[in-house]
C-alpha cells in the first residue's frame, strides 16, 4: 500500500512537472526524484516480500492495508515538506526575498 | 532493517563523484569558450555532471522517504547506535543480510534505471546533432 501510494504521487508529480516543463520555477521536478526514487526502492522490498510470501503477499489483512496507507500518507506529506522547505529556501520567483525586504 | 543504507552510500560517492566531473566541465567550457563550434556542442549535448545530478536526486530522494518509514517502524532510534538492529548481534547479522541482499538490490535497480535513462538521452541527443547539419 505504502508503494502504491507513492507510486501515485510519483506520477501525479511528473505529470505535474510535465505540463510545466521546461520550465520548472515550482521545482516539481524534486517530487518527482523523491517519490520515483522512494517508488524503485519500496518496488524492491515488495519483490522480496513476495518471494517470501508468495500469493499471501496481496491479501493483506485489513488493518495492515491502513498502516500501510497511513504511512504512504505520510511519506507523501514529508515529500512535500522538503519540497517546499527547498523551494522557499531557494525562491526561485523571488517572492520570499521581495516580502522580507519590501519597503513600507 | 537498515537496507536504506546502501543507497546511501552510493549517494555519498555519486555526489562527490559529480562534484568532481562538474568541476573539470566548468575547467573545459572556460578552454572552449572561445570556440563557436565547442559553444554549440554545448548546447545539444547534455553534461555528465547534469546527468550524474539525476541519479543523486534519485537516491538521495528515496533514501530520505524510506529513512522515514524505518523511523516509522522503530528500526532508526534517535539514540546510539541509531539502529535499533545494532545492539544485539543475531538482529545485528539480520540487518547485515538484509543489507546485502535488499539494500544492494534497491542501489541496483534505482542506478540501472540511471542507466536506461542514460540510453533513452543519448539517442536523444544523437537525433539532435543529426537534425542540426539538415537545418543548417
Redesign the interface.
Given at each position: 500500500m505504502t508503494l502504491l501510494t507513492t507510486v501515485f504521487a510519483a506520477i501525479i508529480s511528473t505529470v505535474i512537472w510535465y505540463r510545466n516543463a521546461p520550465y520548472d520555477e515550482m521545482k516539481t521536478g524534486i517530487l518527482c526524484w523523491m517519490y520515483w526514487g522512494a517508488s524503485l526502492m519500496w518496488l524492491v522490498d515488495a519483490i522480496y516480500e513476495y518471494r517470501e510470501l508468495g500469493a499471501e503477499y496481496f491479501i493483506p489483512a485489513p488493518v495492515d492495508m491502513l498502516n500501510d496507507f497511513y504511512l504512504g500518507l505520510s511519506v507523501i506529506a514529508l515529500g512535500l515538506i522538503i519540497w517546499l522547505g527547498i523551494l522557499l529556501i531557494s525562491d526561485p520567483k523571488g517572492v520570499v526575498r521581495a516580502a522580507l525586504f519590501k519597503n513600507r | 532493517m537498515a537496507?536504506?543504507l546502501v543507497?546511501v552510500a552510493e549517494a555519498v560517492v555519486t555526489t562527490v563523484i559529480t562534484k568532481v566531473v562538474e568541476s573539470k566541465e566548468n575547467k573545459q567550457a572556460a578552454l572552449k569558450g572561445a570556440n563557436d563550434n565547442g559553444s554549440l556542442e554545448m548546447e545539444n549535448r547534455i553534461p555528465f555532471s547534469r546527468k550524474l545530478k539525476?541519479l543523486n536526486?534519485?537516491?538521495?530522494?528515496?533514501?530520505?522517504?524510506?529513512a522515514?518509514?524505518h523511523l516509522?517502524h522503530g528500526e532508526i532510534v534517535p539514540w546510539f547506535p541509531f539502529l535499533s538492529a545494532a545492539s544485539d548481534s543475531a538482529a545485528a547479522s539480520v540487518m547485515l543480510s538484509e543489507m546485502a541482499?535488499?539494500g544492494v538490490?534497491?542501489a541496483a535497480?534505482?542506478t540501472a534505471?540511471w542507466g536506461v535513462m542514460l540510453l533513452v538521452t543519448n539517442v536523444m541527443e544523437k537525433r539532435v546533432l543529426k537534425a542540426q547539419p539538415d537545418s543548417n
Open positions: - | 537496507c536504506f543507497p539525476w536526486n534519485l537516491l538521495w530522494g528515496g533514501s530520505a522517504l524510506l522515514f518509514e516509522w541482499t535488499v538490490s534497491m535497480l534505482v534505471v
